[in-house]
C-alpha cells in the first residue's frame, strides 16, 4: 500500500529584489526571494526531481509537525507545494538523498529525533514512495551522511547521535537494506557531519562536530566501514553544520563549520594528508547552516550562511586563497535552520532556499548577480613523465590565467618560469592541483618552462577572435579548432564534427617555421611564398563553408599529420523549441554533489549543432564521454552513473560551438 499523501494549498509571497553593497568590495550580491509554504516546523531540505520532468524538486522535513512537505519546482525558480507524507516517525531532525535501492531513481531518509530511529523512503517510480521502513539508531538522531564506507559500491549511512554521544554506521546492500557495523565514540553532543576523504588515502572518512563540546572530531575509515579517531581540532561555540569544499583552488576538500552561539565560521584550510589549518570569520548573531558556491560567478567558492536569530543569510565572497569578505545580509523568513543551495531556474547560477522554523515557510532566493568571471583556466600540465599539454596555449591580453598544475607519479618541487610575467617555486603533491594565477599585459610569445625536469612549452597572448576561448584546443566545437602543427606530431582535436552550411575556421599556428595545410576538398592553403601561408608564430586562419556531408581529412601536408573532419546534417526530432525560452547557453550544477553513485548534468544549447560533455579526472584525463553527438536546441540532463569509479574530484566539460564551461563534482562513496 502507498503512504497516505495530503493535499496542501500552495501559497506565493511578495518577490522582492534585494541588493546590498559591501564596503571594499566590488561584487554586489543580488537576489531575488520568494517565500514558500511548507509543514508545521521545517528543518531540514534536500533536492529531488519528484515527477521525473528534469527539473529539480524540493522534499523538506518538519520537525515539530512530523510530516514530509513535497514542493515542485517548475524551470523558472518558482516552487509550489502541492504533497505531504504523513507517516514519519517523530521529529525528523535531517533529511538525506541518495539511490538506495539502485533502480536509478532518487530515495530519501529521515533522522527521527524523538524516536531514535532513521525512516527510509524508496521512489516507487510512479511519482510517490513506498512506505517507509524504520531502523534503530542511537540516542537522538541528528544528521546522516551517505556515502561507500566498505568500497562495495553500495550507498551505505552514518548517522550523528547527540544524546548517546556516538555515530551509527549502516552498511547498505543496494536493494534499499542495511545492516549494522556499529556505534563510534565522537566526544559531548554530536550533530552535524560530512563524509569525504579527509586523510587522503582514498577511503571514505567521517567529519563529526560535537555541539556540546565545540570540538570537531576527523574519523579516518578503514574502507570496511569502521572508524578510528585521526584528530580533533577546536571551533565555534555550538558547533550546527558542516560543509565540504575547494575553498583555495589546490584541489583539496576543505571544511566550512557553523557555530550557533558565536555566529562564527570557522574555516579548515586542508592539507590533504589529515591535518588543517583553521581561520575564523564572523558571519552571523547565530550561525545555524552553511553552504559553499560561488555566488558571484568569478570563479572562487563563497560562503552562505543561515543566520536563525536574525533571520538572515550571509554572504562571505572568497578570494580563492581561503580568505573571505565581510559578510552581505539577505533577508529570509523566521528562523532558518537550514541552507541548501543549487541551480533552481537553469541560468548556470548558484541559487538558495531556507527552511524557516519559526513561520512554516521555505525561502528560495533565486542568484540575479552578473557573473564576474574573468580567470581562463589555461592548462594542466603533467609533470615528470610528460609535457606541457596543451602546447602552444593562447589567451587573451589583460585576463586572468590559471594554470592547474598536477603530478602522477611523486611529490616534487615544481619551478615554473614565464617571464617576464611569473617565477615561481611551490611543492606539487600527487593528483593534487597547484594554481598558479597572474594577468598577462604584453601581447606576445613567451616560453613556459618547467625548469626542475626541463620540459618547455608556448603561451601567446595575443587580441582578437583567436582569444576568444582561452582553451585553444578547440576553439569552437561547431565552427573552428587549432591544428598543432610542429609543436606535436598530430592534428589535434584528431575529430572535428560540424554541421552543413554553417561556416567553419580552422585556425592554426607554427612555432618554428611556416608551412601550409589543406582541406579536402572544399580548402587549400596557399603556397608557402603566398599572402596566408601559416608564419611562424603568428596564427593564420582558414574560412570555408562545407556544403556536402560526409568524411574528409584534415592535411598537414608538410609533415604528413592527418585528421578527420565530420559534416552531419542537423537531426530533426520534432518541432523547434520557442529560441524565446532558451536565452544562451548554459552548463549547470550537478546535482546531487557530492554524489554516490551517480548525479544529473543539466545544459542549454540555443541552437543545433555538435555537442560533447566530457569528464575528466585530477589528471586531466578523459574518464568518460557522456554526450558525443548533434543536439538540437533544448534542455538537457545527463545522468553520470559512477558506479566503477572511484572516490574523488571530477571535472565535466560542455563544448557547444563557442561556447566551453568546465564545472568540478565531487564522487564520494
Same mark, same amino acid.
Given at each position: 500500500?502507498?503512504?497516505?499523501?495530503?493535499?496542501?494549498?500552495?501559497?506565493?509571497?511578495?518577490?522582492?529584489?534585494?541588493?546590498?553593497?559591501?564596503?571594499?568590495?566590488?561584487?554586489?550580491?543580488?537576489?531575488?526571494?520568494?517565500?514558500?509554504?511548507?509543514?508545521?516546523?521545517?528543518?531540514?531540505?534536500?533536492?529531488?526531481?519528484?515527477?521525473?520532468?528534469?527539473?529539480?524538486?524540493?522534499?523538506?522535513?518538519?520537525?515539530?509537525?512530523?510530516?514530509?512537505?513535497?514542493?515542485?519546482?517548475?524551470?523558472?525558480?518558482?516552487?509550489?507545494?502541492?504533497?505531504?507524507?504523513?507517516?514519519?516517525?517523530?521529529?525528523?531532525?535531517?533529511?538525506?538523498?541518495?539511490?538506495?535501492?539502485?533502480?536509478?531513481?532518487?530515495?530519501?531518509?529521515?533522522?527521527?529525533?524523538?524516536?531514535?530511529?532513521?525512516?527510509?523512503?524508496?521512489?516507487?517510480?510512479?511519482?510517490?514512495?513506498?512506505?517507509?521502513?524504520?531502523?534503530?539508531?542511537?540516542?537522538?538522531?541528528?544528521?546522516?551522511?551517505?556515502?561507500?564506507?566498505?568500497?562495495?559500491?553500495?550507498?551505505?549511512?552514518?548517522?550523528?547521535?547527540?544524546?548517546?554521544?556516538? *555515530?551509527?554506521?549502516?552498511?547498505?546492500?543496494?536493494?534499499?537494506?542495511?545492516?549494522?557495523?556499529?556505534?563510534?565514540?565522537?566526544?559531548?553532543?554530536?550533530?552535524?557531519?560530512?563524509?569525504?576523504?579527509?586523510?587522503?588515502?582514498?577511503?571514505?572518512?567521517?567529519?563529526?562536530?560535537?555541539?556540546?563540546?565545540?570540538?570537531?572530531?576527523?574519523?579516518?575509515?578503514?574502507?570496511?566501514?569502521?572508524?578510528?579517531?585521526?584528530?580533533?581540532?577546536?571551533?565555534?561555540?555550538?558547533?550546527?553544520?558542516?560543509? @565540504?569544499?575547494?575553498?583555495?583552488?589546490?584541489?583539496?576538500?576543505?571544511?566550512?563549520?557553523?557555530?550557533?552561539?558565536?555566529?562564527?565560521?570557522?574555516?579548515?584550510?586542508?592539507?590533504?594528508?589529515?591535518?588543517?589549518?583553521?581561520?575564523?570569520?564572523?558571519?552571523?548573531?547565530?550561525?545555524?547552516?552553511?553552504?559553499?558556491?560561488?555566488?558571484?560567478?568569478?570563479?572562487?567558492?563563497?560562503?552562505?550562511?543561515?543566520?536563525?536569530?536574525?533571520?538572515?543569510?550571509?554572504?562571505?565572497?572568497?578570494?580563492?586563497?581561503?580568505?573571505?569578505?565581510?559578510?552581505?545580509?539577505?533577508?529570509?523568513?523566521?528562523?532558518?535552520?537550514?541552507?541548501?543551495?543549487?541551480?533552481?531556474?537553469?541560468?548556470?547560477?548558484?541559487?538558495?532556499?531556507?527552511?524557516?522554523?519559526?513561520?512554516?515557510?521555505?525561502?528560495?532566493?533565486?542568484?540575479?548577480?552578473?557573473?564576474?568571471?574573468?580567470?581562463?583556466?589555461?592548462?594542466?600540465?603533467?609533470?615528470?613523465?610528460?609535457?606541457?599539454?596543451?602546447?602552444?596555449?593562447?589567451?587573451?591580453?589583460? *585576463?586572468?590565467?590559471?594554470?592547474?598544475?598536477?603530478?602522477?607519479?611523486?611529490?616534487?618541487?615544481?619551478?615554473?618560469?614565464?617571464?617576464?610575467?611569473?617565477?615561481?617555486?611551490?611543492?606539487?603533491?600527487?593528483?593534487?592541483?597547484?594554481?598558479?594565477?597572474?594577468?598577462?599585459?604584453?601581447?606576445?610569445?613567451?616560453?613556459?618552462?618547467?625548469?626542475?625536469?626541463?620540459?618547455?612549452?608556448?603561451?601567446?597572448?595575443?587580441?582578437?577572435?583567436?582569444?576568444?576561448?582561452?582553451?585553444?584546443?578547440?576553439?569552437?566545437?561547431?565552427?573552428?579548432?587549432?591544428?598543432?602543427?610542429?609543436?606535436?606530431?598530430?592534428?589535434?582535436?584528431?575529430?572535428?564534427?560540424?554541421?552543413?552550411?554553417?561556416?567553419?575556421?580552422?585556425?592554426?599556428?607554427?612555432?618554428?617555421?611556416?608551412?601550409?595545410?589543406?582541406?579536402?576538398?572544399?580548402?587549400?592553403?596557399?603556397?608557402?611564398?603566398?599572402?596566408?601561408?601559416?608564419?611562424?608564430?603568428?596564427?593564420?586562419?582558414?574560412?570555408?563553408?562545407?556544403?556536402?556531408?560526409?568524411?574528409?581529412?584534415?592535411?598537414?601536408?608538410?609533415?604528413?599529420?592527418?585528421?578527420?573532419?565530420? @559534416?552531419?546534417?542537423? @537531426?530533426?526530432?520534432?518541432?523547434?523549441?520557442?529560441?524565446?525560452?532558451?536565452?544562451?547557453?548554459?552548463?549547470?550544477?550537478?546535482?546531487?554533489?557530492?554524489?554516490?553513485?551517480?548525479?544529473?548534468?543539466?545544459?542549454?544549447?540555443?541552437?543545433?549543432?555538435? @555537442?560533447?560533455?566530457?569528464?575528466?579526472?585530477?589528471?586531466?584525463?578523459?574518464?568518460?564521454?557522456?554526450?558525443?553527438?548533434?543536439?538540437?536546441?533544448?534542455?538537457?540532463?545527463?545522468?553520470?552513473?559512477?558506479?566503477?569509479?572511484?572516490?574523488?574530484?571530477?571535472?565535466?566539460?560542455?563544448?557547444?560551438?563557442?561556447?566551453?564551461?568546465?564545472?568540478?563534482?565531487?564522487?564520494?562513496?
Amino acid at each position: 500500500m502507498k503512504i497516505s499523501i495530503l493535499k496542501l494549498l500552495s501559497l506565493h509571497l511578495t518577490v522582492l529584489l534585494l541588493s546590498t553593497q559591501i564596503i571594499g568590495q566590488t561584487t554586489t550580491l543580488q537576489f531575488s526571494l520568494t517565500n514558500v509554504p511548507t509543514g508545521n516546523g521545517p528543518r531540514s531540505a534536500v533536492l529531488i526531481d519528484l515527477d521525473r520532468d528534469g527539473v529539480r524538486d524540493l522534499v523538506v522535513a518538519n520537525l515539530i509537525g512530523s510530516t514530509i512537505s513535497m514542493i515542485y519546482g517548475d524551470e523558472y525558480g518558482s516552487f509550489t507545494l502541492i504533497d505531504g507524507i504523513s507517516s514519519v516517525h517523530k521529529a525528523p531532525h535531517a533529511i538525506a538523498v541518495g539511490d538506495f535501492d539502485e533502480n536509478g531513481l532518487f530515495d530519501f531518509i529521515t533522522a527521527n529525533r524523538d524516536d531514535n530511529t532513521i525512516g527510509i523512503f524508496l521512489n516507487d517510480g510512479a511519482g510517490s514512495f513506498l512506505p517507509p521502513s524504520f531502523i534503530t539508531t542511537g540516542d537522538g538522531p541528528r544528521w546522516i551522511a551517505v556515502a561507500d564506507f566498505n568500497e562495495d559500491n553500495h550507498s551505505d549511512l552514518a548517522v550523528t547521535n547527540r544524546t548517546s554521544d556516538d *555515530v551509527t554506521i549502516l552498511l547498505g546492500d543496494g536493494s534499499g537494506g542495511f545492516s549494522l557495523v556499529g556505534n563510534f565514540y565522537t566526544g559531548d553532543g554530536p550533530v552535524p557531519l560530512i563524509a569525504a576523504d579527509l586523510d587522503g588515502d582514498g577511503l571514505i572518512d567521517l567529519a563529526v562536530a560535537n555541539d556540546l563540546s565545540d570540538i570537531l572530531v576527523i574519523l579516518s575509515g578503514d574502507g570496511t566501514g569502521s572508524f578510528s579517531l585521526l584528530t580533533k581540532i577546536q571551533v565555534g561555540l555550538s558547533p550546527k553544520h558542516i560543509s @565540504v569544499g575547494d575553498l583555495n583552488q589546490d584541489g583539496i576538500s576543505d571544511l566550512v563549520v557553523a557555530s550557533l552561539l558565536d555566529g562564527n565560521v570557522t574555516v579548515l584550510i586542508a592539507d590533504g594528508f589529515g591535518s588543517f589549518t583553521s581561520s575564523t570569520y564572523a558571519a552571523t548573531a547565530g550561525a545555524f547552516a552553511v553552504v559553499i558556491e560561488d555566488f558571484d560567478g568569478d570563479g572562487n567558492n563563497d560562503l552562505a550562511v543561515a543566520d536563525g536569530v536574525n533571520d538572515v543569510v550571509a554572504i562571505l565572497l572568497g578570494d580563492g586563497r581561503g580568505n573571505f569578505s565581510e559578510p552581505q545580509n539577505f533577508p529570509v523568513g523566521l528562523a532558518p535552520h537550514a541552507l541548501i543551495s543549487g541551480d533552481f531556474n537553469g541560468d548556470g547560477r548558484p541559487d538558495l532556499a531556507t527552511p524557516n522554523t519559526g513561520d512554516d515557510t521555505i525561502t528560495i532566493l533565486l542568484n540575479e548577480t552578473p557573473s564576474q568571471s574573468s580567470v581562463h583556466e589555461i592548462s594542466i600540465i603533467q609533470m615528470l613523465y610528460s609535457d606541457f599539454f596543451p602546447d602552444p596555449v593562447i589567451s587573451p591580453v589583460n *585576463v586572468p590565467l590559471r594554470f592547474m598544475v598536477t603530478t602522477n607519479s611523486r611529490e616534487h618541487v615544481n619551478r615554473l618560469r614565464l617571464l617576464p610575467f611569473i617565477s615561481s617555486t611551490d611543492i606539487v603533491r600527487v593528483e593534487e592541483i597547484l594554481n598558479i594565477e597572474f594577468t598577462p599585459d604584453i601581447i606576445g610569445t613567451f616560453q613556459i618552462q618547467n625548469i626542475g625536469h626541463g620540459f618547455t612549452g608556448d603561451i601567446i597572448i595575443t587580441e582578437g577572435e583567436a582569444a576568444a576561448d582561452a582553451k585553444v584546443i578547440e576553439l569552437n566545437r561547431q565552427g573552428a579548432s587549432l591544428i598543432h602543427s610542429n609543436a606535436q606530431t598530430q592534428i589535434f582535436p584528431a575529430t572535428i564534427r560540424v554541421l552543413k552550411d554553417i561556416p567553419l575556421t580552422i585556425y592554426n599556428i607554427s612555432l618554428d617555421d611556416e608551412h601550409w595545410v589543406s582541406i579536402e576538398p572544399w580548402v587549400t592553403a596557399p603556397d608557402p611564398s603566398e599572402q596566408g601561408n601559416v608564419r611562424t608564430r603568428v596564427i593564420t586562419k582558414f574560412e570555408f563553408t562545407p556544403t556536402d556531408t560526409g568524411r574528409f581529412e584534415i592535411v598537414h601536408t608538410v609533415h604528413g599529420f592527418s585528421g578527420q573532419l565530420i @559534416v552531419a546534417n542537423p @537531426v530533426i526530432t520534432g518541432l523547434e523549441p520557442d529560441v524565446n525560452l532558451i536565452e544562451g547557453y548554459s552548463l549547470n550544477d550537478n546535482y546531487p554533489n557530492p554524489f554516490n553513485p551517480s548525479t544529473t548534468i543539466e545544459y542549454i544549447i540555443p541552437q543545433a549543432g555538435s @555537442v560533447s560533455l566530457i569528464v575528466y579526472n585530477l589528471l586531466g584525463e578523459e574518464v568518460t564521454r557522456l554526450v558525443d553527438e548533434i543536439q538540437q536546441a533544448d534542455k538537457y540532463n545527463i545522468i553520470w552513473e559512477a558506479s566503477n569509479f572511484s572516490s574523488g574530484i571530477y571535472f565535466y566539460q560542455l563544448q557547444a560551438g563557442k561556447f566551453v564551461q568546465t564545472n568540478k563534482m565531487l564522487l564520494l562513496k
